[in-house]
């Protein structure tokens, strides 16, 4: 959903934690700042966060440790019924 | 007449084109955003609303409405505003995964993009108002209205507390007016810097609860407006209003208050006309009698005709806010949208009507563009 608006389904950046690597690629692409951090300076409480095949269940992401080659997959918090 | 009628809906946008008698579109796009504003700014260029629930809201960008850009920078407000608890307590209910039960004042949605010759607007919710001078690159807070001192005491409508209506006066640059659900209508005539509440006359319960306005920008001081008590004009700028509902149908509200009920407004101020859809009262939400129909007046609200040429009988939904457009000339087009996915045309100034589209999501928005 998020590509559908940017045109963007991939990036790439650096960092030791998803926090560095957000921040990273926030500064390349301002615009996308907006859609991860509420006014408040947290990540919206709605996005979920995959490091390669695992879940990422903390109660705060931006700590999730990356190493180079770690894939990070960004998805809606959904529930249905 | 309109080249595209832009279409926001609760999943996605279409572009509506003329197509001999019909009218047709190339599909759903920003699909999954919420696409709630559109106007065409002082470039040429549309910019349209967007919001998520997961993403937040944006502004974004198109020549063609075909590829739609995003501006780096929304209206957004600044860390440690503090919210207003009724619009919070709203919001959450309607959240149950809690992401916006806070104290923190959040834009949560963009209710009403406007343009005059110089500056892109954006009235929000929670309620407040937002300015760009660089065709959105940047969006200032208007602090007069956003920090008001009454702003303790407005109250939440059930779409929460929206700044949905936006006014500007072509002669006097200094002077516009916004509609808040549900703390009325303010107007500044300093630019912004200072505000006063305009809705002496209107009928109030908790709050003044306008649903809709509209007027000339040419002869800004005349303002039609669609209140959830009433239907109202004001020949003053806003200091007093007058219910003008000779010949409109009306509604029982559920504390048995009896008025013209309804949302959208809108006026082709070359013929003066002034187009309305009232509502079968706050607790129906849907046409009386299940009969749609769209009501114009031409000399001011002294009378109403009612317009009901190809528009169904068996109608059991509502037309919210911004779900209606005009186009501005003397032969003119008129489109509203339907929260059961329709839209419905007209190209003859509201005497006959065709249903434009069917099967869309909820109709939030309708702007036309020439």
């Known amino acids: ?81 | 007449m309109a080249d595209v009628v832009f279409v926001g809906t609760g999943k996605g946008a279409v572009a509506l084109r003329r197509n001999g008698r019909g009218w047709t579109h190339d599909g759903l796009e920003l699909q999954g955003w919420l696409v709630t504003a559109a106007t065409q700014g002082p470039d040429g260029r549309y910019y349209i609303g967007v919001t998520s629930d997961v993403y937040g809201c944006t502004v974004v960008v198109t020549d063609d409405f075909k590829t739609y850009t995003p501006l780096e920078n929304g209206p957004r407000y600044e860390e440690g505003e503090r919210g207003n608890d009724m619009h919070n307590r709203l919001m959450g209910a309607m959240d149950p995964m809690g992401a916006k039960q806070a104290t923190q004042r959040y834009v949560d949605q963009i209710w009403k993009l406007h343009s005059d010759s110089k500056r892109l607007y954006a009235g929000v919710s929670e309620a407040g108002l937002f300015v760009s001078n660089d065709l959105g690159q940047s969006w200032q807070p208007v602090k007069g209205l956003n920090d008001h001192p009454s702003r303790d005491n407005w109250n939440a409508g059930f779409g929460g507390l929206c700044c949905h209506s936006i006014l500007t006066d072509d002669v006097n640059a200094d002077r516009l007016w916004v509609g808040i659900s549900a703390a009325g209508v303010f107007r500044t005539d300093d630019g912004g810097t200072s505000w006063v509440s305009a809705n002496e006359g209107v009928s109030s319960d908790e709050g003044y609860c306008v649903h809709g306005l509209a007027h000339d920008p040419q002869n800004a001081g005349v303002i039609y407006r669609q209140d959830h008590r009433g239907f109202y004009r004001s020949d003053d700028g806003g200091d007093h209003w007058v219910l003008i509902e000779d010949g409109l149908p009306i509604a029982e509200l559920t504390d048995k208050h009896k008025c013209v009920f309804g949302f959208p407004v809108v006026m082709n101020v070359e013929t003066d006309s002034v187009f309305a859809i009232p509502l079968a009262g706050d607790n129906f939400r849907f046409p009386k009698d299940g009969e749609l129909a769209v009501f114009r007046t031409r000399n001011k609200g002294k009378s109403w005709e009612r317009l009901d040429n190809g528009l169904p009988t068996e109608f059991y939904t509502s037309i919210l806010r911004g779900a209606m457009a005009i186009d501005q000339g003397p032969a003119f087009g008129v489109y509203f949208g339907t929260s059961a996915g329709q839209v419905y045309a007209s190209t003859d100034g509201g005497d006959t009507w065709r249903e434009a589209v069917q099967g869309l999501p909820k109709v939030l928005c309708v702007e036309s563009f020439h």
């Open chain 1, 1 to 81: 959903m998020l590509a559908n608006l940017t045109g963007v389904s991939e990036a790439t950046g650096e960092g030791a934690t998803l926090g560095d690597v957000l921040q990273d690629i926030i500064a390349r692409a301002p615009g996308l700042k907006t859609h991860f951090f509420d006014e408040a300076g947290n990540v919206r409480r709605h996005i979920r966060f995959i490091k390669n095949e695992e879940f990422w269940r903390t109660a705060d992401p931006l700590a999730m440790p990356l190493s180079p080659g770690d894939r990070v997959t960004v998805i809606n918090s959904v529930s249905g019924g």
